[in-house]
């Protein structure tokens, strides 16, 4: 069989045998043409956030406009929720199945429904929860319902629609498609997001499936050369330097890993090993100080206040270490917030840091649940590239690489970022579809 590099595997340049684990393209759809465009509805709105736009977007000359009661979070939510559990009530044991091979994860969120109840306000954290709840939910439901290449043409899909949406609020409405309310980035693009930071990480995430759409050629070709395209120029004009470093950091991760894949001896299986370890681990110190890189760049050497965040958060974790503060603390008014702000002196949103703001507000039982799958979801696909893992599963591993790559110096996984376990969901639950695969061709050799 001839011998394949690391970086051709990882772009899927590889030997026949190899390409046969890509993912397959049927001649008839799984799903029907109104059932994909209730999933595509799902994606764009409540799991991206596409349009659901901080108040502050509508104001006109400082005066409230009467479109800040134009809620599109609600209005895209609750016929998303309903839609869903019809579709999951219909089809309950496939959903089921899949629901058990994230369970780690379902139990994170079941525990973040119980922090709900000393939360500052119990009732705005349930309804928060519930609609994190919602999005993993339909993560489950896509990766039960949909083959893998037609989950990655959804998703082409999805990302698409978002771009433009995005590429009308910054032509038509600047008001809304650029950060003009943050300092020193107002000609950052926003799009529909909330903020430049959401619309970086999610282009993160674009310019993966762009990349493996193209590679796989899974939908139409247009589609997966506009948002090839688009995507890094989105990621770029976001001016989010963590989400580029992340992107960066995904793509090594990814190279490294398929070099692992590659290795055919021993000695070079442990060479391997040994560059993918020290790699890695530089990489992650990296982006623990990286406030030292955004010095050589010119950028704030706090991080934008994030690390005068950090000794605060460690302070309140604690005070109360076991069970935290509640879900979705940072979107009420309390006593702590309000002290918190007041030292900081600025309105801080969040930890700005995954690991503090998951212990400060689940304690450390969410903690230590949500380090489990998060550490699984990190080595278990160099556990499978030892192995010898399918083309498929470096496409499922970038999807979580990609959130923990941002989780150093943004919240990912728990409110205000809980999307990111829409994603998370559907990269951990095909990888454990891969993983199976796996042991399968294992047992049948």
Same mark, same amino acid.
């Given at each position: 069989m001839p011998r394949t590099t690391a970086a051709s595997t990882a772009a899927g340049s590889m030997p026949a045998s190899a390409r046969k684990a890509a993912p397959a393209r049927s001649s008839r759809d799984t799903v029907g043409s109104l059932e994909h465009a209730f999933l595509l509805f799902l994606i764009v709105f409540p799991a991206m956030g596409t349009l659901v736009l901080p108040a502050s977007s509508f104001s006109e000359g400082g005066?409230?406009?009467?479109?800040?009661?134009?809620?599109?979070?609600? &209005? +895209?939510?609750?016929?998303? /929720?309903?839609?869903? %559990? !019809?579709?999951?009530?219909?089809?309950?044991?496939?959903?089921? /199945? +899949?629901?058990?091979?994230? &369970?780690p994860i379902f139990a994170f969120i079941i525990w973040a429904f119980v922090t709900c109840l000393w939360a500052p306000t119990p009732t705005a954290a349930f309804n928060t929860t519930g609609r994190v709840f919602v999005i993993v939910l339909g993560a489950a439901y896509i990766s039960a319902r949909m083959k893998p290449a037609e989950i990655i043409s959804l998703l082409t899909q999805a990302f698409a629609i978002s771009i433009t949406i995005s590429l009308i609020c910054i032509v038509a409405f600047p008001r809304i498609g650029y950060n003009s309310t943050l300092m020193?980035?107002?000609?950052?693009?926003?799009?529909?997001?909330?903020?430049?930071?959401?619309?970086? =990480?999610?282009m993160n995430y674009g310019f993966i499936v762009a990349y493996y759409s193209n590679l796989w050629k899974t939908n139409y070709t247009h589609i997966r050369l506009y948002l090839?395209?688009?995507?890094?120029? !989105?990621?770029?004009?976001?001016?989010? %330097?963590?989400?580029?470093?992340? +992107?960066?950091? +995904?793509? =090594?991760?990814?190279?490294?890993?398929?070099?692992?894949?590659?290795?055919?001896?021993?000695?070079?299986?442990? %060479?391997?090993?040994?560059?993918?370890?020290?790699t890695m681990t530089a990489i992650c110190v990296g982006l623990i100080f990286s406030e030292d890189i955004f010095a050589l760049i010119g950028r704030s050497t706090t991080l934008t206040g994030?690390?005068?965040?950090?000794?605060?958060?460690?302070? &309140?974790?604690?005070?109360?270490?076991?069970?935290?503060?509640?879900?979705?603390?940072?979107? #009420?008014?309390?006593?702590?917030?309000?002290?918190?702000? =007041?030292?900081?002196?600025?309105?801080? #949103?969040? /930890?700005?840091? /995954?690991?503090?703001?998951?212990?400060?507000?689940?304690?450390?039982?969410?903690?230590?649940? %949500?380090?489990?799958?998060?550490?699984?979801?990190?080595?278990?696909?160099?556990?499978? =590239?030892?192995?010898?893992?399918?083309?498929?599963?470096?496409?499922?591993?970038a999807l979580f690489f990609a959130t923990f790559a941002r989780s150093f110096t943004e919240t990912q996984w728990i409110d205000p970022n809980g999307g990111t376990l829409f994603w998370t969901t559907l990269a951990y639950i095909g990888m454990q579809n891969v993983k199976r695969e796996i042991q399968r061709r294992g047992g049948a050799s």
């Open positions: 005066a409230p406009s009467p479109l800040a009661a134009f809620d599109i979070g609600k &209005l +895209t939510f609750y016929p998303s /929720a309903a839609g869903l %559990a !019809m579709l999951c009530f219909a089809r309950y044991k496939p959903v089921l /199945a +899949t629901v058990i091979k994230a &369970l020193g980035y107002e000609s950052a693009w926003r799009g529909a997001m909330m903020q430049k930071n959401f619309l970086g =990480a999610l090839l395209f688009m995507s890094p120029i !989105m990621l770029v004009m976001s001016q989010s %330097a963590t989400a580029m470093i992340a +992107t960066i950091s +995904t793509a =090594a991760f990814v190279i490294l890993l398929a070099m692992v894949n590659n290795s055919s001896s021993k000695f070079e299986k442990l %060479a391997s090993l040994w560059v993918f370890f020290a994030r690390s005068e965040i950090w000794p605060m958060i460690i302070e &309140l974790i604690k005070e109360r270490p076991i069970i935290g503060y509640g879900h979705a603390f940072w979107n #009420a008014d309390s006593a702590i917030r309000a002290n918190l702000w =007041a030292r900081g002196g600025w309105l801080i #949103a969040h /930890a700005h840091n /995954a690991y503090l703001d998951i212990w400060f507000q689940t304690g450390l039982v969410g903690f230590c649940i %949500a380090l489990f799958f998060i550490v699984k979801g990190l080595f278990g696909p160099l556990a499978m =590239a030892v192995r010898g893992m399918p083309p498929l599963g470096f496409f499922w591993t």
